[in-house]
Structure formats: structure tokens, C-alpha cells
């Protein structure tokens, strides 16, 4: 069993109370939108980390980083992007991976809202983390923690922090 601690849109700050719930964590996963090269460096000197590009990120991110993310943790193949859009409606960028890569568990990050969205046209779970940066427009900062376990994903939980402004 792998634990997964999945985050989104930190725009160059990571709350403090990530290392509290995260710290039984294998792995940790961005969904894009970063912000800085310290955010990175931060997270991958504590865990193992796999990150992905957003729409705010510069040149030296994506020159580290790229677009978009597949994978296979244990036995669940997974499609990370920034930009996704939701089930039924996936955006321009992200239907053609999808169709191609045919994951089980499909990330994006981008909207700042909170959401996990089972497809059962794609055979598919789709989650948003929300965000846990102070910049946008959402109130709370949001974190996933997740097991995978073979090919199954398990005790998913949604972690609200208080919005530090």
C-alpha cells in the first residue's frame, strides 16, 4: 500500500500544516501551479514528489517539470494535468490523453475548487485537490490523502485548512 498526499495551486506558498498531514505520507503529488522553485525544493527534500506544470508557472519550473504526467502507482495508471475541466466536459488538452492513456485515476488542479468525480464513461476517478496557496478566490485551502492498495483506491480524505490571508 502506497499513501499518497495530493495538493494543488500552492502559488509560491506551502501552508505550514502540510508537514502535519502529510508526514505519513510515501509520496506527494502537485497538480500544477506551483509558483516558485522554493515550493518545489521545499516538498522534494522532504518526500519523494512528482509535480506537473500550471498556467502560472515560469520558465525554470518548466524547464524541471512538464505538462502533464502518466504513470502506474502499484496497479492504478494515473494521468496528472493542471488544466483538466470535469466529467463529462474535459477540456481540448486533456479528452485526446485521456482517451489515449486510459487512466483509472485522472488529477487536475487549476479551478481552486475542491472535487472528486467518479466517470463511469472512461472508467475513471477524477480529482481536484482545490487549492491550499493564498492566491484565488476559494476561502479554504484544501489537501487529498489517499492509500492506493493494489488497484484500489482507499480511505480518501479531504483536509480543509483555515485560509491564512
Request: glycine residues 4%.
Given at each position: 500500500m502506497t499513501k499518497i498526499g495530493l495538493l494543488s495551486d500552492t502559488h509560491s506558498y506551502l501552508p505550514p500544516q502540510v508537514r502535519e498531514h502529510f508526514a505519513e505520507v510515501d509520496e506527494i503529488w502537485h497538480a500544477g501551479?506551483?509558483?516558485?522553485?522554493?515550493?518545489?525544493?521545499t516538498l522534494e527534500k522532504w518526500k519523494p514528489t512528482?509535480?506537473?506544470?500550471?498556467?502560472?508557472?515560469?520558465?525554470?519550473?518548466?524547464?524541471?517539470?512538464?505538462d502533464?504526467?502518466?504513470f502506474q502507482i502499484e496497479n492504478v495508471p494515473v494521468l496528472m494535468t493542471h488544466i483538466g475541466g470535469y466529467p463529462p466536459s474535459y477540456n481540448k488538452e486533456s479528452k485526446p490523453l485521456i482517451e489515449k492513456y486510459r487512466p483509472h485515476l485522472f488529477i487536475s488542479g487549476h479551478?481552486?475548487?475542491?472535487?472528486?468525480?467518479?466517470?463511469?464513461?472512461?472508467?475513471?476517478?477524477?480529482?481536484n485537490p482545490g487549492a491550499c496557496g493564498k492566491q484565488g478566490w476559494h476561502?479554504?485551502?484544501?489537501?487529498?490523502?489517499?492509500?492506493?492498495?493494489?488497484?484500489?483506491?482507499?480511505?480518501?480524505?479531504i483536509i480543509e485548512l483555515k485560509k491564512e490571508r
Open positions: 501551479d506551483i509558483g516558485s522553485i522554493e515550493v518545489a525544493d512528482r509535480f506537473i506544470t500550471g498556467n502560472i508557472d515560469g520558465h525554470e519550473l518548466r524547464a524541471r517539470y512538464p502533464f504526467l502518466f479551478s481552486h475548487i475542491l472535487k472528486v468525480v467518479p466517470d463511469n464513461h472512461y472508467n475513471l476517478l477524477h480529482i476561502k479554504v485551502s484544501t489537501l487529498v490523502r489517499f492509500d492506493v492498495d493494489n488497484d484500489r483506491l482507499k480511505n480518501l480524505e
